[in-house]
Nanobody
Framework: VQLGESGGGLVQPGGSLRLSCAAS????????MSWYRQAPGKERELVAA????????NYADSVKGRFTISRDNAKNTVYLQMNSLKPEDTAVYYC?????????WGQGTLVTVSL
């Protein structure tokens, strides 16, 4: 199982970014995919999750209405569209899959929201 995030960077408050996570090594279309983030000095937290076919999504209260998780099963990729970014969204963002009872993580992509 391999997961690779991309799309992070420096953005001003109120701006937008789109993160991508490319997956391989498992049947992507059968698994729930999640985005987590970890800010400096804080624990990793769930940001959003999406079911295998994309019909159900779930979001942390702190990002509801601003972030959108989606997936393209033909491309084995899950996305996180982040709008109206705030400085408190600054973190390393990770995608995750639970495969055969084991959590697999990507290497993360850094998002910095600052003037």
């Amino acid at each position: 199982v391999q997961l690779g995030e991309s799309g992070g960077g420096l953005v001003q408050p109120g701006g937008s970014l789109r993160l991508s996570c490319a997956a391989s090594g498992f049947t992507f279309s059968r698994y729930i995919m999640s985005w987590y983030r970890q800010a400096p000095g804080k624990e990793r937290e769930l940001v959003a999750a999406i079911t295998s076919a994309g019909g159900i999504t779930n979001y942390a209260d702190s990002v509801k209405g601003r972030f959108t998780i989606s997936r393209d099963n033909a491309k084995n990729t899950v996305y996180l569209q982040m709008n109206s970014l705030k400085p408190e969204d600054t973190a390393v963002y990770y995608c995750k899959v639970r495969f055969n009872g084991v959590d697999y993580w990507g290497q993360g992509t850094l998002v910095t929201v600052s003037l």
